[in-house]
């Protein structure tokens, strides 16, 4: 919410989402996950159609439909991830930044139907999207641990030719929550590494 009526620090995830629901109407079309990783509670919300529902451990993708619609490049995105979970980090966020920026479109058999001409249609299956006047703006990719890790990774897309940035994020919200409980002083938030 721009107005920050509903940044309040100790609503869960699902409390702040029922919230947001409640003037999903008010605002343009938006998809939106909502997590705790102290908790670990994870929740996805839209408007475009009105959705909340939990998201259970797993893989997931989300581009401009619902969580996990089976669009290629969700798919793609999907399998890629798959294949990568149990790889380490930094090499994990390394080997999928090339899915990310993948920009080949998808076979016309593959393609939804969203209402688009078909020439737009292929443009917007690739994961990376470079058109005039339109395109990706950021790609991210966001992996929670068991133990409480989580680790951000967003990739920033400037007008071409130039090179993406590159925003990795890592923190352990459980030791940051306990903390905070405990009164340690943590602000809990996380170190943050802008790198080109």
Same mark, same amino acid.
Not at 153 to 181: G, K, S
């Given at each position: 919410d721009p107005r920050g009526e509903h940044a309040m620090p100790n609503r869960g995830p699902g409390a702040y989402a029922e919230a947001v629901m409640q003037d999903a109407q008010n605002y343009a079309g938006f998809n939106l996950l909502l997590g705790d990783a102290a908790c670990g509670q994870l929740v996805w919300l839209s408007n475009h159609p009105q959705a909340l529902r939990e998201v259970e451990?797993?893989?997931?993708? =989300?581009?401009?439909?619902?969580?996990? /619609?089976?669009?290629?490049?969700?798919?793609?995105?999907? /399998?890629? =991830?798959?294949?990568q979970v149990s790889r380490e980090l930094p090499d994990q966020f390394e080997a999928l930044r090339g899915a990310l920026l993948h920009d080949r479109s998808a076979a016309d058999a593959a393609l939804p139907s969203t209402g688009v001409s078909l020439e737009r249609e292929r443009a917007l299956s690739a994961s990376f999207i470079r058109m005039p006047g339109y395109g990706t703006r950021s790609s991210i990719l966001l992996r929670l641990e068991q133990d409480g890790g989580v680790h951000v990774r967003e990739l920033q897309h400037q007008p071409m030719p130039a090179a993406p940035v590159d925003f990795v994020w890592n923190w352990r919200a459980r030791q940051a929550h306990r903390e905070r409980l405990r009164g340690a002083g943590s602000s809990g938030l996380p170190h943050v590494d802008a790198m080109k």
């Amino acid at each position: 919410d721009p107005r920050g009526e509903h940044a309040m620090p100790n609503r869960g995830p699902g409390a702040y989402a029922e919230a947001v629901m409640q003037d999903a109407q008010n605002y343009a079309g938006f998809n939106l996950l909502l997590g705790d990783a102290a908790c670990g509670q994870l929740v996805w919300l839209s408007n475009h159609p009105q959705a909340l529902r939990e998201v259970e451990p797993g893989v997931h993708g =989300l581009s401009n439909a619902a969580l996990d /619609t089976p669009w290629p490049k969700v798919v793609g995105m999907k /399998t890629a =991830l798959a294949q990568q979970v149990s790889r380490e980090l930094p090499d994990q966020f390394e080997a999928l930044r090339g899915a990310l920026l993948h920009d080949r479109s998808a076979a016309d058999a593959a393609l939804p139907s969203t209402g688009v001409s078909l020439e737009r249609e292929r443009a917007l299956s690739a994961s990376f999207i470079r058109m005039p006047g339109y395109g990706t703006r950021s790609s991210i990719l966001l992996r929670l641990e068991q133990d409480g890790g989580v680790h951000v990774r967003e990739l920033q897309h400037q007008p071409m030719p130039a090179a993406p940035v590159d925003f990795v994020w890592n923190w352990r919200a459980r030791q940051a929550h306990r903390e905070r409980l405990r009164g340690a002083g943590s602000s809990g938030l996380p170190h943050v590494d802008a790198m080109k």
